[in-house]
C-alpha cells in the first residue's frame, strides 16, 4: 500500500489525480494507465522474460544478456497498449467472457477447467475496471484472468461492474482490490469449495484466508501468482498457507518452494502444486484423471513437453507426467 501511495504521489500533476487509474506491474516493470492508455512505466528489474518473449514480438529485441531498461520498459508500453487496443483493458469497454486458453499453465485457464469440471464453486479473482470479482461461470473468470498482470489498484468503470454483475458475478465495492473480503463474500453467497488467486509480490495475507476457512467449515484453494521480486518472508508465508505458486520470475520461489512440492508443471516457468488439495485442482486441468489420481503427495512429480513418463492431455495440449526431483530447472527461465 505504501509503494502504490509513493506511485500515486508521482503520477499526481499538481496534487490532481487523473480521473481514472489502474497500478499494474507487467514483467517486474509498475505501469500507470489512465484513459485508455499507458502514462507512465517505472524501471523493470528483469532483463529477460521468455513468457514475454513467445506473447509479443516486439519483446524478441530485447537482448537478454545486455541491459537495456529502455528497451525493455518501450516493450511493456506496447505490451500493454496491446491489450488495450486488442481487448478493452482500462476502459470501458473490457471484454469479460472467453472460453480460449492464453496461456497454457495459466492460473485463469486453471480456474476455468476446475468450474467446469466441479473441482471448485466460485472463484474470486481480480478484474480492472471492477476490482475483486466472485464468479462461478468459467468463461467470466478466464475472460477477466486471461493475459492479466498483477494488478494492485483500480478504477471501478460502471459499465465493466454492470456487466459482471449481469452475469451473476459479485463485486466487491469500490473497485477495491480485497482477496480477503472477497472469499467472505463468497461465504456469504453460500459457497463451500472456493479458490482464489493471491498476489505474491503485494497481496492478502494468507493467513487470514485460512482462519476464514476454518472458522466458516469451508475449503479454500489459495493460488498465489504474480511473484517476481518477492521477499522471501512472503515466500515462508506462502509455503505455510498456499495451495499453488506461480514462480514467475522468482529463483527463490525456485529453489525455496519448488524442492518441497509434490508436482511441478512445466519447466521454464514453473507452477508449483505444494498440497494434496492442489494436487485437486489441478486435476481438473488434466484429461488423464486416471494418471492424476495415482500421484503420492510423499513422492514428486513433473508435468511437462519433455516425453518422459505417461502422456496426458493439459488443457488444450499434450504433455508427460513422470517421476521428477524437484525443481526442474531450465537454462531459458526469467533472469
Wanted: include cysteine; charge should be positive; charged fraction near 20%.
Amino acid at each position: 500500500m505504501k509503494r502504490v501511495k509513493r506511485i500515486l504521489k508521482r503520477i499526481g500533476r499538481d496534487n490532481i489525480l487523473p480521473h481514472d487509474l489502474h497500478i499494474l506491474r507487467v514483467y517486474s516493470a509498475l505501469v500507470a494507465v489512465s484513459g485508455g492508455r499507458v502514462i507512465e512505466v517505472f524501471e523493470p528489474t528483469l532483463k529477460y522474460c521468455p513468457l514475454a518473449n513467445s506473447l509479443y514480438k516486439n519483446f524478441s529485441s530485447v537482448n537478454p544478456v545486455k541491459e537495456n531498461p529502455l528497451l525493455f520498459k518501450k516493450a511493456v508500453r506496447e505490451a500493454v497498449e496491446e491489450k488495450i487496443s486488442r481487448f478493452g483493458f482500462f476502459t470501458e469497454k473490457r471484454n469479460i467472457s472467453q472460453s480460449g486458453i492464453a496461456i497454457p499453465y495459466g492460473a485463469s485457464e486453471m480456474l476455468m477447467y476446475a468450474l467446469k469440471k466441479g473441482q471448485i464453486e466460485a472463484a474470486v479473482t481480480v478484474c480492472d475496471g471492477a476490482g475483486t470479482v466472485i464468479s462461478s461461470i468459467p468463461e467470466i473468470v478466464q475472460g477477466i484472468g486471461a493475459r492479466m498482470y498483477g494488478l494492485f489498484y483500480t478504477t471501478p468503470f460502471y459499465a465493466v461492474v454492470g456487466k459482471l454483475e449481469t452475469n451473476n458475478c459479485a463485486v466487491v465495492p469500490g473497485g477495491r482490490i480485497d482477496q480477503i473480503e472477497g472469499v467472505a463474500t463468497a461465504i456469504r453467497l453460500g459457497y463451500r469449495n472456493i479458490a482464489v488467486t493471491v498476489n505474491g509480490y503485494r497481496g492478502a495475507d494468507l493467513g487470514e484466508i485460512r482462519e476464514l476457512e476454518r472458522a466458516h467449515h469451508v475449503s479454500i484453494t489459495i493460488l498465489v501468482v504474480c511473484t517476481t521480486g518477492i521477499r522471501k518472508k512472503r515466500i515462508l508465508e506462502i509455503k505455510k498457507h498456499a495451495d499453488m505458486v506461480w514462480s514467475c520470475g522468482s529463483g527463490d520461489i525456485r529453489r525455496m518452494l519448488g524442492q518441497g512440492a509434490i508436482l511441478q508443471m512445466s519447466v521454464i516457468i514453473p507452477v508449483f502444486v505444494l498440497t494434496p488439495k492442489g494436487i485437486h485442482f489441478s486435476a481438473g486441468y488434466c484429461s488423464g484423471d486416471i494418471a492424476m489420481n495415482t500421484i503420492d503427495a510423499e513422492r514428486q512429480y513433473l508435468i511437462s513437453r519433455i516425453p518422459q513418463g505417461r502422456e496426458i492431455t493439459v488443457g488444450n495440449f499434450r504433455a508427460y507426467l513422470c517421476e521428477a526431483n524437484l525443481p526442474v530447472r531450465s537454462k531459458k527461465e526469467p533472469c
